[in-house]
């Protein structure tokens, strides 16, 4: 069994940062993509940020030059660093890991798995 647990939200004024981690445990032969969404009351989930194994990263254009996200791969765990905070960036943050569990004859199993998310407020 996999879990993820998120940490590091709360509540910052427009302009502060945050960094939000998530660790992954449990049954781990290897982490693939790892990526954070987000969402707000009545809208839908929308990813925010996402990076490889191997360190490459994409984002939300929303987010770009704000956000920073890293990875730990020792520690099964991975960041989102949020600078420059928007009452828009108000919204529960997500973890979601593609987890290989296991090879089976050279076949690599893997289940992509969630968070139970954080929440984030930014507000004067």
């Not at 990076?51 to 791969?73: E, H, L, P, Q």
Request: with cysteine; proline share 3%.
């Amino acid at each position: 069994q996999v879990q993820l647990v998120e940490s590091g939200g709360g509540l910052v004024q427009p302009g502060g940062s945050l960094r939000l981690s998530c660790v992954v445990s449990g049954s781990i032969f290897r982490i693939n993509a790892m990526v954070w969404y987000r969402q707000a009351p009545g809208k839908q989930r929308e990813l925010v940020a996402s990076i490889t194994r191997g360190g490459s990263t994409n984002y939300a254009d929303s987010v770009k030059g704000r956000f920073t996200i890293s990875r730990d791969n020792a520690k099964n765990t991975v960041y989102l660093q949020k600078n420059s905070l928007k009452p828009e960036d108000t919204a529960g943050y997500y973890c979601n890991a593609e987890v290989v569990s296991t090879v089976v004859s050279g076949t690599p199993l893997f289940h992509t798995h969630w968070g139970q998310g954080t929440q984030v407020t930014v507000s004067s």
